[in-house]
């Protein structure tokens, strides 16, 4: 050959790659912009308060201890429903991965329920059990039942096949099958699950609350909006925000812990 | 302990697999299965361990198994079926867990089958770690440690690649050469049959019937020696010969449907 030429490169790219500093710059730039705008008085401060003024508003609600009567009652009613509609969803999706019979009997109903909006259900359970603490537990109980069963199910049908015949071919009664084949090897799909049925149930305790509560964070963001506080209506938010983020950090723990075999 | 094979036939809602196969293993034989494609091996080796029912026939065991075998028929998978979230030792311990031995007698027998697999500093590590040849070491040693009777190997070195497939051959004569048991081995490669076997059984293309059985004269031991490649390439043509051109009909019946 008369003439060398290198080889053009082509490769590269599409090739997701962790970026320290860019989301840390983004993030303060944002704020950085809403707070320099604020204080420029673009912004109307009646309507979009300064992020400055919104901590202001969350230190003034720690200093007075309502920030955490607030997140308290939030967090309670939370947990009591994530856990009793985990429990009785793992309970039943895990009947209805194992047993035909149970699968052909809870599909129709699940399949029912599932699209209702839980919210939709607080009314009547507030005439079931009154307007107190049981009726909004229930609420989130309920919603994170049905993507729990179905979780947990579907996670049941994704256990490759053959680790079972493994099992069985090796004598394993049928009880060791489900709880050291079966159980494990739908862990993940019930971790994923977890992260679906976390959201609702913050989605369900803020709407549960604006209905009917004295303390929680939606009962905040709501009497705050009654009486055009938008900065402590915004710390609300913001405490939402703030609790999101610690759950899925909690989740992703747990599911490192778990899943350490992925 | 010796297998009779009577007249197993078996289909798959309508289809055919497996028609009438009549079959003596003597105890401690290597028979090898080779067939083509979809002729009903699995089939057949999952109705003599137990896990298949057959449509007719049936599988006499004769005589009893060793006292100490604890699952007188036991499996080596293709895709070695091992369970990711247990690292080697819990996983060849799985095949102990449900014999009321104790702890210690667990870790002691899972200690000898990884060092007798050459799996002595792996006993910590998770499968996902592990090289294929090393994973399908960890199948051998589950498989082991039952002490079995009767081998069911399905194709058990296919998703292998050469180098490791001939490594891993030789240690399963090495190992065989100590363990007595009858091994039963379905395989697509030739080679494999012609080094390990004492007798091979040739099916037909689906459904399955048996063609031939090829008798190896040559001891196992002597055949990975130099001056044994010409029998071993001989044997190799002899199979070849009989199923090459029910392998071309069957790759292309696969094809088709
Ligand atoms: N569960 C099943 N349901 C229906 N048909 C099946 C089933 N399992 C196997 N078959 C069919 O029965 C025939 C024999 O299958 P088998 O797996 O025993 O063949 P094989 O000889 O092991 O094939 P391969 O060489 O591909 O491993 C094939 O045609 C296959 O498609
Ligand atoms: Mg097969």
């Known amino acids: ?262 | 302990m010796d297998l009779r094979l009577e007249g197993i036939t078996h289909s798959y809602d309508g289809l055919l697999a497996l028609d009438g196969i009549d079959l003596e293993v003597r105890d401690g034989e290597t028979v090898a299965i080779i067939g083509p494609s979809g002729c009903g091996k699995s089939t057949l080796l999952g109705i003599v361990g137990g896990l298949l029912k057959p449509s007719a026939g049936r599988v006499l065991a004769i005589g009893a198994p060793r006292a100490d075998s604890l699952n007188p028929f036991t499996y080596v998978f293709q895709d070695f079926a091992l369970l990711p979230w247990r690292n080697v030792a819990a996983n060849v311990a799985l095949a102990l867990e449900h014999h009321g031995l104790s702890r210690a007698e667990r870790r002691e027998r899972v200690a000898a089958a990884l060092a007798l697999t050459g799996l002595g500093e792996f006993a910590a590590a998770l499968p996902k770690q592990l090289s294929g040849g090393m994973r399908q070491r960890v199948g051998i040693a589950r498989a082991l440690v039952v002490r079995p009777a009767v081998l069911l190997l399905d194709e058990p070195l296919s998703a292998l690649d050469a180098q490791t497939r001939e490594l891993l051959m030789e240690d399963l004569l090495a190992i065989w050469a100590r363990e007595r048991s009858t091994r039963l081995y379905v395989t697509h490669n030739l080679d494999e049959a012609a080094r390990l076997a004492d007798r091979v059984i040739v099916l037909s293309r689906r459904p399955g019937r048996i063609r031939e059985i090829v008798r190896i004269d040559m001891p196992v031991a002597e055949r990975g020696a130099p001056t044994a490649l010409p029998v071993v390439a001989g044997v190799r043509e002899k199979l070849w010969a009989l199923i090459r051109d029910e392998a071309r009909d069957a790759e292309r019946e696969v094809q088709h449907g």
């Open chain 1, 1 to 262: 050959m008369a003439d060398a030429a290198p080889v053009t490169f082509r490769g590269g790219g599409f090739h997701p790659r962790p970026q320290r500093l860019v989301p840390v710059a983004v993030f303060v730039a944002v704020i950085g912009l809403w707070q320099f705008a604020s204080w420029r008085g673009w912004l109307p401060a009646l309507f979009l308060p300064s992020p400055w003024e919104i901590v202001t508003a969350l230190g003034g609600m720690i200093s007075d201890g309502s920030l955490g009567r607030h997140v308290g009652a939030s967090l309670m009613r939370i947990a009591l429903g994530w856990v009793l509609g985990t429990a009785a969803g793992l309970a039943i999706g895990l009947a209805m991965g194992i047993f035909s019979v149970a699968r052909a009997a809870g599909l129709p109903v699940v399949s029912a329920l599932f699209p209702i909006p839980k919210i939709a259900l607080l009314p009547l359970f507030i005439l079931w059990f009154g307007i107190g603490e049981p009726s909004k537990v229930a609420t989130i109980g309920f919603g994170v039942f049905f993507p729990t069963v179905i979780a947990a199910y579907t996670a049941c049908d994704s256990v490759p096949r053959n680790l079972i015949r493994m099992a069985q071919s090796f004598g394993l009664p049928p009880a060791a099958i489900v709880w050291k084949i079966l159980v494990p090897g739908a862990m993940p799909g019930i971790l994923a699950g977890f992260r679906i049925t976390a959201s609702i149930a913050l989605i369900l305790v803020v709407a549960a609350e604006m209905i009917g509560a004295q303390y929680g964070i939606g009962a905040f963001i709501l009497s705050a909006g009654n009486l055009n506080q938008i900065d402590h209506l915004l710390a609300g938010v913001t405490l939402l925000s703030l609790l999101g983020l610690a759950v899925s950090a909690v989740l992703g723990a747990v599911e490192r812990a778990v899943l350490r075999w992925r």
